[in-house]
């Protein structure tokens, strides 16, 4: 079913909200005929990103490395750099490519193969990804509520120290999944939460069980985390993807719309759904 909303501005105006987890499951495919439906009927079909932009990708890809003359060697410690290094063998990565990346964005990518299992597809067919294609298949506007940038910018400008333990955190997290058994406790136990908590996010989506979700995301927890990964992202994106969800609704003559944004900012404190409702808008759990 997915976690999908649907707000009215009374006027003839209809947005779909709907709420994405940012990796993938093969067996949520095909999705229900009925948001099939809406997604196909939709004038416009707006994410976080344009997937579609090349020229934002390739803004996005430079933002990942260093310039010549600097490397990872120079910015972690050297049994960091050394387990990157032997991690990033194991996927095909040579030292010198690997040596390019900034912590963050090898932290990221670690983050995302720890969170394959054996329903994942090999080729990360995204949530997202897959409402884009739909979209695009049927002819309907793409809109985008971020940039690449702008995305890249929240990384981007962790201090020093922090993306160090970042990248420490997802290898370990990949470690532990890759290696099974074979990892040590603290790895394997880190591993068996992340896949637990993902397999709980996906059950309370494919129910379109909001109160499940909310209840294993825990936002609230991480709205007042000292981690300035977990906070930041929300405190600083909620409102503006909240006035663009309004702006959709205020958008003038009848118009349908579709909005796929990350599952964590729907929900509260603080959530598009409720930002809406104290909008005057009417916003309800599609039956």
Not at 72 to 88: G, R
Not at 97 to 108: E, F, G, H, I, R
Request: net charge negative; charged share 20%.
């Amino acid at each position: 079913r997915g976690l999908r909303w649907r707000a009215y501005n009374g006027r003839g105006n209809v947005l779909y909200l709907l709420g994405s987890i940012h990796t993938d499951r093969n067996n949520l495919y095909p999705f229900h005929k009925q948001r099939r439906d809406v997604i196909l009927n939709a004038e416009q079909v707006s994410f976080e990103l344009d997937f579609n932009d090349t020229d934002q990708l390739l803004e996005f890809a430079a933002m990942q490395t260093y310039p010549a003359g600097d490397s990872l060697a120079n910015h972690i410690s050297p049994a960091l750099y050394q387990a990157v290094v032997q991690a990033a063998a194991q996927l095909g990565m040579d030292e010198g490519t690997v040596s390019q990346y900034k912590p963050w964005a090898l932290a990221n990518s670690f983050s995302s193969l720890a969170a394959l299992d054996e329903t994942s597809s090999e080729n990360g067919r995204a949530i997202d990804l897959y409402v884009n294609a739909k979209a695009i298949n049927a002819g309907s506007g793409i809109g985008a509520v971020e940039t690449y940038a702008f995305q890249g910018g929240i990384f981007d400008g962790l201090s020093a120290e922090y993306q160090e333990a970042y990248l420490d955190a997802s290898l370990a997290g990949y470690a532990g999944m890759i290696n099974g058994e074979a990892a040590d406790e603290a790895a394997q136990a880190l591993a068996q939460a992340q896949q637990e908590q993902i397999a709980a996010m996906f059950d309370a989506w494919k129910n379109r069980d909001p109160d499940a979700l909310a209840e294993v995301y825990d936002k609230e927890a991480i709205l007042n985390s000292a981690d300035e990964l977990h906070s930041n992202p929300f405190t600083e994106r909620d409102p503006c993807m909240i006035d663009a969800a309004a702006e959709h609704l205020e958008t003038e003559g009848e118009n349908t719309f579709f909005l796929a944004v990350g599952a964590g900012h729907m929900v509260n404190p603080g959530g598009i759904v409720s930002g809406l409702k104290e909008l005057g808008y009417t916003v309800e759990l599609v039956p």
